[in-house]
């Protein structure tokens, strides 16, 4: 059973980038697949970007395309979300999700969860 850690949130000016991290344990996260999604205050989780063990396919959802990108470094157990140009409306708690070896658009079916990491972007 895989444990997962972010990392990387805080506060940050609009217009700046972060960089999130999945640090993994317990498991190797090369047999899964890893979610980021996002939930603000209010309003539901969302998925933004999962990318799949099976081929390394990356998935965004169409709100976040070209400013989010994710990675993954097998060797270092981590996956990553890098965000760029960020917007006040990025404020929210990012959660990282896996499951098994293919990404999809059920959050439901994801098995072990983060406890998040915050982020605010505000002048």
């Known amino acids: 059973q895989v444990q997962l850690v972010e990392s990387g949130g805080g506060l940050v000016q609009p217009g700046g980038s972060l960089r999130l991290s999945c640090a993994a344990s317990?498991?190797?996260?090369?047999?899964?697949?890893i979610g980021w999604f996002r939930q603000a205050p209010g309003k539901e989780r969302e998925g933004l970007s999962c990318?799949?063990?099976?081929?390394?396919?990356?998935y965004y959802a169409d709100s976040v395309k070209g400013r989010f990108t994710i990675s993954r470094d097998n060797s270092l157990n981590t996956v990553y979300l890098q965000i760029d140009s960020l917007k006040p409306e990025d404020t929210a708690v990012y959660y990282c999700?896996?499951?098994?070896?293919?990404?999809?658009?059920?959050?439901?079916?994801?098995?072990?969860w983060g406890q998040g990491t915050q982020v605010t972007v505000s002048s």
């Open positions: 999700a896996g499951r098994g070896y293919y990404c999809t658009g059920s959050q439901s079916s994801y098995n072990y």
């Open positions: 990318i799949s063990n099976s081929d390394g396919a990356r």
């Open positions: 317990g498991s190797s996260l090369q047999v899964y697949a």
